[in-house]
């Protein structure tokens, strides 16, 4: 039976598996419960022998505009405890879980495609360089934004972007948290293909 979630739409036809990320009233943003599911989704996938191949999409207008900013004070480990070493371990605890949720897709033995449109944001971006192919439609840019509330892309982008793209466009990208056309994506080796738009694109 093909489980269901509460931030996920879950979808087969013909051995084709998509995930669409559905929470499209906050442009997809990631809060607790979709970090979760999307290890749980995943790890389904992995052993679910109806599906030879999964597409990861987002429902609305935007692919994903990031990590949810209601979760942030849980990600910079800010609770009842004032000390600061034991700050910092549920920090490296709550990165460790986080990083975890997202290696459910790189994990995944079946082939995963991104179909991106639009925002693909900071946590966007992890989240799409788990997967074994990216796509994405003309109006698609790419962002690491974590510089801009002063976070270090620490779940996932830092370790696999530099194997994808040049080591100085990393850079680039993570000190200055400008934007990244979909052209470019593509020129710069992290886009397998653009399209027109996103129906063209699916």
Same mark, same amino acid.
């Given at each position: 039976?093909?489980?269901?979630?509460?931030?996920?739409?879950?979808?087969?036809?013909?051995?084709?598996? &998509?995930?669409?990320?559905?929470?499209?009233?906050?442009?997809?943003?990631?809060?607790?419960?979709?970090?979760?599911?999307?290890? *749980?989704?995943?790890?389904?996938?992995? $052993?679910?022998?109806?599906?030879?191949?999964?597409?990861?999409?987002?429902?609305?207008?935007?692919?994903?505009?990031?990590?949810?900013?209601?979760?942030? $004070?849980?990600?910079?480990?800010?609770?009842?405890?004032?000390?600061? /070493?034991?700050?910092?371990?549920?920090?490296?605890? &709550?990165?460790?879980?986080?990083?975890?949720?997202?290696s459910a897709i790189e994990n995944c033995r079946k082939p995963v495609l991104a179909a991106i449109h639009y925002t693909c944001i900071g946590g966007g971006i992890d989240m &799409?360089?788990?997967?074994?192919?990216? !796509? /994405?439609?003309?109006?698609? !840019?790419? *962002?690491?934004?974590?510089?801009?509330?002063?976070?270090? /892309?620490?779940?996932? &982008?830092?370790?696999?972007?530099?194997?994808?793209?040049?080591?100085?466009?990393?850079?680039?990208?993570?000190?200055? $948290?400008?934007?990244? *056309?979909?052209?470019?994506?593509?020129?710069? $080796?992290?886009?397998?293909?653009?399209?027109?738009?996103?129906?063209?694109?699916?």
């Amino acid at each position: 039976m093909t489980p269901t979630f509460e931030t996920l739409e879950l979808t087969i036809e013909q051995q084709v598996a &998509t995930v669409a990320l559905n929470r499209p009233d906050k442009a997809n943003s990631m809060n607790a419960a979709m970090w979760e599911e999307l290890q *749980s989704c995943f790890e389904w996938l992995d $052993g679910e022998p109806s599906v030879r191949v999964v597409i990861l999409a987002g429902n609305g207008k935007h692919f994903c505009a990031g990590i949810d900013l209601g979760l942030f $004070g849980n990600v910079t480990g800010s609770g009842e405890s004032t000390e600061a /070493a034991r700050k910092a371990e549920t920090l490296r605890r &709550t990165i460790l879980r986080l990083q975890g949720n997202l290696s459910a897709i790189e994990n995944c033995r079946k082939p995963v495609l991104a179909a991106i449109h639009y925002t693909c944001i900071g946590g966007g971006i992890d989240m &799409t360089c788990c997967c074994d192919m990216r !796509y /994405a439609s003309k109006d698609a !840019y790419f *962002s690491i934004k974590e510089i801009d509330i002063g976070m270090t /892309a620490d779940v996932g &982008t830092l370790q696999r972007l530099p194997k994808i793209i040049p080591d100085a466009v990393v850079r680039e990208l993570a000190y200055t $948290g400008r934007k990244m *056309s979909a052209d470019e994506a593509q020129e710069r $080796g992290f886009l397998n293909q653009v399209f027109d738009d996103r129906e063209a694109l699916l």
